[in-house]
């Protein structure tokens, strides 16, 4: 049986050389949407609960063949068309793949991506010193360190969504001029 979107194919092709076993079932489930509502499909769920087996596998392959970032946006453009417009398990697979290099390769990304693990790391850092000095019964010092320790982690979990959307943002574009590419 040949698979329905090259992407499948790949994927198909990357586990055979990781010894990791595809159904036809669970190749049919790939085409299937991914925030489609479950209904007792076995396939299906085994696809979900592979899905990191999955990008894993798609993020290799697409490393080992240069990561041919234009071909993999028209794979995905072409599988969502036939799939009336909606992400299937495989093209949110590929794209999160996709987002993965433009975050591994944007300098701005990058530096947010640090950023926001510095600022959660310093947060936990600082609410940890805060119930240490709860526990010496040091009172100043554990709200001062328990709010500052929020105020960190809270900025962590909104520069990681800062990061997300700009990640989000040059996808689109990257999307965006390669259809009017294609087009002209």
Do not use: C, N
């Amino acid at each position: 049986m040949e698979a329905s979107s090259p992407l499948i194919a790949i994927l198909k092709d990357e586990l055979l050389v990781q010894r990791v076993f595809l159904s036809s079932d669970e190749e049919r489930a790939l085409d299937r949407e991914s925030d489609g509502a479950d209904d007792g499909d076995l396939a299906y769920e085994r696809v979900k609960a592979r899905r990191y087996l999955f990008y894993a596998a798609l993020r290799d392959r697409f490393i080992y063949d240069g990561r041919p970032t234009d071909q993999w946006l028209d794979w995905i453009d072409e599988a969502e068309r036939k799939a009336g417009g909606s992400a299937t398990i495989v093209t949110a697979l590929a794209t999160r793949v996709v987002e993965w290099s433009v975050r591994a390769t944007d300098r701005k990304s990058m530096a947010m991506g640090f950023v926001t693990g510095i600022t959660r790391w310093l947060g936990i850092v600082m609410i940890t010193l805060a119930v240490w000095a709860w526990s010496r019964e040091i009172g100043p010092a554990t709200w001062v360190l328990a709010i500052v320790g929020g105020i960190a982690w809270l900025g962590a979990r909104a520069l990681k969504r800062a990061t997300e959307a700009h990640v989000r943002a040059i996808v689109a574009e990257t999307r965006a001029r390669h259809r009017s590419q294609v087009r002209a």
